[in-house]
């Protein structure tokens, strides 16, 4: 069920336009085939709550609102957010508002949760673009040795071992609290992700980065046989 009243603590937010795409945790939505019409949403009947840190809370609004308005008006969207205990609720703005974008805003809104600026959050409004999240303690478990010694091997010596797996994906990448969060089209993400659970099982950089070497010629590949595949026959 979800509670229809705000509660006191939230600071709605309004505007005009805005859109999105991927997963998270800490989201419930209440996005079922009844509140669809069409592949439009029922305002006041459709919606994702999104669990933000608190930390973070001011990054996704933003200066002077600028953030939150932008993405409202990306997606069409409404934002409410409770500035006292993180939580984001995302709403259709009217009819007009699509699945897909209010998928975009909780994607944007997810990535910015995990420590991604809002300039890189906002490349999922492309929807060739994922978010990929790995939840280190599923992998190593809750002790703080373990999962500080795992995100140094994932960051590497000043940043450079995170720097070589986005320059090689063409991704971004964020180290936040116990989450690695990903941005990238649908296979180079997965490809850096793979990448981040070799290093986690404890394989050598070097072999990681020769095995993502030859992942990401096998992407090339593959996409430049589907653009040929797609171009027009000779006549």
Do not use: C
Not at 5 to 28: C, L, R
Not at 50 to 59: C, N, S
């Amino acid at each position: 069920m979800v509670n229809e009243d705000h509660g006191e603590g939230f600071s709605q937010a309004t505007s005009t336009n805005s859109s999105v795409s991927t997963k998270t945790s800490n989201t419930t939505n209440t996005f079922t085939k009844a509140t669809r019409t069409q592949g439009y949403l029922v305002p006041g009947v459709t919606r994702f709550y999104v669990k933000v840190p608190l930390e973070r809370i001011g990054v996704l609004i933003g200066k002077k609102g600028g953030v939150l308005k932008q993405l409202m008006q990306e997606t069409q969207t409404r934002l409410t957010v409770d500035e006292v205990n993180g939580t984001v609720i995302i709403e259709p703005q009217g009819p007009q508002t699509r699945a897909i974008d209010l998928m975009k805003a909780r994607d944007i809104v997810t990535a910015i949760g995990y420590g991604f600026s809002p300039e890189r959050a906002f490349r999922l409004l492309d929807e060739d673009q994922v978010l990929i999240v790995i939840d280190l303690k599923q992998y190593v478990g809750p002790s703080e040795n373990h999962l500080t010694r795992i995100k140094g091997r994932i960051i590497g010596e000043e940043g450079r071992a995170r720097k070589n797996l986005e320059e090689m994906t063409g991704t971004h990448i964020s180290i936040y609290d116990d989450y690695v969060a990903i941005i990238g089209d649908y296979e180079s993400a997965n490809a850096a992700r793979d990448a981040i659970l070799m290093l986690i099982e404890g394989k050598q950089h070097s072999t990681v980065y020769r095995h993502l070497e030859r992942e990401m010629r096998r992407i090339r590949r593959a996409r430049m046989v589907t653009l040929w595949e797609k171009e027009p026959p000779q006549k």
